[in-house]
């Protein structure tokens, strides 16, 4: 059984930083492409960044580029959302994602993603 179980979030200030973290369990991590996707209250889900499954290529909303940056560790079957300069737009519930099929490069759409996270809440203070 699959599970994703993301940590990290919480408050953070403007102009700060927080970093998420999301531990996979239940099958070989290195295999697969991650994705980080938030959502808003009343705003639909989307994705913030998403990584292939050798780390080798990423991919960003255009509203986070420049300013996070996804990385995996497989060691630890971890994928990591490091999240700098942080704006008040950025606060959302944050998830992460796994897709079923293996040694692809990423996704955007959450539609691909077959395993998720319960969440983590992240808060942006001024």
């Known amino acids: 059984q699959v599970q994703l179980v993301e940590s990290g979030g919480g408050l953070g200030q403007a102009g700060g930083s927080l970093r998420l973290s999301c531990a996979s369990s239940?099958?070989?991590?290195?295999?697969?492409?991650m994705g980080w996707f938030r959502q808003a209250p009343g705003q639909e889900r989307e994705l913030v960044a998403a990584?292939?499954?050798?780390?080798?290529?990423?991919d960003y909303a255009d509203s986070v580029k420049g300013r996070f940056t996804i990385s995996r560790d497989n060691a630890e079957n971890t994928v990591y959302l490091q999240m700098n300069s942080l704006k008040s737009e950025d606060a959302a519930v944050y998830f992460c994602?796994?897709?079923?099929?293996?040694?692809?490069?990423?996704?955007?759409?959450?539609?691909?993603?077959?395993?998720w996270g319960q969440g983590t809440q992240v808060t942006v203070s001024s």
């Open positions: 994602a796994g897709p079923r099929v293996r040694y692809t490069s990423y996704y955007r759409s959450e539609y691909d993603y077959d395993y």
């Open positions: 239940g099958r070989t991590f290195s295999s697969y492409a």
């Open positions: 990584i292939s499954w050798s780390g080798g290529t990423t």
